[in-house]
């Protein structure tokens, strides 16, 4: 069983930033790519950001320069640095993990989520 911890999320004023983390335990082989998706009232869920294992990050082009994505494979952690937050940033942020389990399984788990919300 394999479980993603998210923490970090929280209320801000614009302009200000926040840093995401999510954990992964549990039966871990080996993890792909790990990343972030945020999904605002009445709105699709989207991706924010992605890290492969070998450290290759892709971002949404709304967060461009204004987030970084960064991970910790020894201890199956990625983070999610934002600064310079607006309000169209409020969402609940969720996060995604690529992984194989032992005995080998692949699949793509997610966390429960943790609610950012930016004030003007």
């Known amino acids: 069983q394999v479980h993603l911890v998210e923490s970090g999320g929280g209320l801000v004023q614009a302009g200000g930033s926040l840093r995401l983390s999510c954990a992964a335990s549990g039966s871990i082989a080996s993890i792909n790519s790990m990343g972030w998706y945020r999904q605002a009232p009445g709105k699709q869920r989207e991706l924010v950001a992605v890290?492969?294992?070998?450290?290759?990050?892709n971002y949404a082009d709304s967060v461009i320069g204004r987030s970084t994505i960064s991970r910790d494979n020894a201890k199956n952690t990625v983070y999610l640095q934002m600064i310079n937050l607006k309000p169209e940033d409020t969402a609940v942020y969720y996060c995604?993990?690529?992984?194989?389990?032992?005995?080998?399984?692949?699949?793509?788990?997610w966390g429960q989520g943790t609610q950012v919300t930016v004030s003007s």
């Open positions: 995604n993990a690529k992984l194989t389990t032992t005995p080998l399984y692949t699949q793509v788990y």
């Open positions: 890290i492969t294992r070998g450290g290759s990050t």
